[in-house]
């Protein structure tokens, strides 16, 4: 072990990879609509793209979700901090029935419509990914694990295109990274690596 290691509590173990970047799951099935935050997600494959994200047994996301079969994931940026955590500490369930009825009217949150799955998008956010569920039971069931098929994906051109994130004069627009209790980073200098 290099000398400067310091042992890691494997309770704390996935705190060492826990930032990416923090996302909001938009949901929807008949009249009901949700959203919740989700620290862990990550890409899964390229064609068709792919993702993974672990939505828990006891969100109302997941009923909804497993309901349609599809959701979107909406990656806000450091403007919408204090929002993040409100929807990420709060169940679309406790509403139901109340007169602000969805954590969108009670959080004063604007949407738009998705272009090929019927989930909301939320604006002010700084890109959005389409998902259709992937169906694996026993994954969903013993890991809360959920695989989706990317289908439509947008971005906001001020901090993304030709491919790749550029956040450079727009602090307010930069990514969360969840490390733990509401502390969040955003991304700070970028390195280009020498390609021959
Ligand atoms: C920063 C942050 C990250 C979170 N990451 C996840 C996650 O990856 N998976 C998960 O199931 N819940 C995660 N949560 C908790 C859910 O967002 C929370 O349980 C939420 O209240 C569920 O809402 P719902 O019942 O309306 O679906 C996170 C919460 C916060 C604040």
């Given at each position: 072990m290099e000398n400067k290691a310091v042992a890691v509590s494997l309770d704390k173990a996935y705190r060492l990879l826990n930032h990416g970047p923090t996302v909001l799951v938009t949901s929807a099935h008949g009249d009901q609509c949700n959203v919740m935050a989700a620290a862990w997600n990550m890409p899964l494959d390229f064609k068709p793209p792919k993702v993974a994200i672990v939505i828990d047994k006891n969100t109302y996301t997941r009923e909804l979700i497993m309901a349609s079969g599809n959701f979107a994931i909406n990656v806000p940026c450091a403007a919408q901090t204090e929002m993040v955590m409100k929807v990420g500490s709060s169940s679309g369930r406790e509403l139901?029935?109340?007169?602000?009825?969805?954590k969108f009217a009670a959080f004063d949150l604007a949407t738009f419509p998705a272009s090929k799955v019927h989930v909301p998008l939320i604006a002010g956010c700084i890109a959005w990914l389409e998902c259709q569920l992937i169906s694996e039971p026993h994954i969903q069931e013993a890991y809360d694990l959920y695989l989706a098929e990317v289908v439509a994906a947008w971005a906001d051109e001020r901090v993304f295109s030709d491919g790749r994130w550029h956040f450079d004069g727009h602090d307010d627009l930069k990514t969360l990274h969840h490390v733990a209790g509401g502390f969040f980073f955003t991304p700070g200098d970028s390195i280009q690596a020498h390609q021959e």
């Open positions: 139901l029935g109340k007169e602000q009825s969805t």
